[in-house]
Nanobody, 126 residues
């Protein structure tokens, strides 16, 4: 079955950095656009960043542009989210998601994504 397993979350001070990883299995990774979403306590899940099948197309939420970078290694079936200059408002559970529809579009809508990981907690202290 399809599995998306996130790792790399933790507690970091404001201004610090983290790198999240999402290892995918049970799917044809190179067919999938991949994305990161996050959900803070009491808030709706929101799009953070997405990347196309080959890695050449990327999309970011305005709140993370210039601070976060999404990348992928198709040989390792893994997508990454490098987070710099972290802020307390970045505190959330971060989820990896896969869109299997062989699309050139990197969607910001959560309903488009077919598979989800369990999430990894990121906490940024002030």
């Amino acid at each position: 079955q399809v599995q998306l397993v996130e790792s790399g979350g933790g507690l970091v001070q404001a201004g610090g950095s983290l790198r999240l990883s999402c290892a995918a299995s049970g799917l044809t990774f190179t067919n999938c656009a991949m994305a990161w979403f996050r959900q803070a306590t009491g808030k709706e899940r929101e799009f953070v960043a997405g990347i196309g099948r080959s890695g050449g197309r990327q999309n970011y939420a305005d709140s993370v542009k210039g601070r976060f970078t999404i990348s992928r290694d198709n040989a390792k079936n893994t997508v990454y989210l490098t987070m710099n200059s972290l802020r307390p408002e970045d505190t959330a559970v971060y989820y990896c998601a896969a869109d299997r529809t062989w699309t050139t579009i990197v969607s910001v809508g959560s309903s488009v994504y077919d598979y989800w990981g369990q999430g990894t907690q990121v906490t940024v202290s002030s």
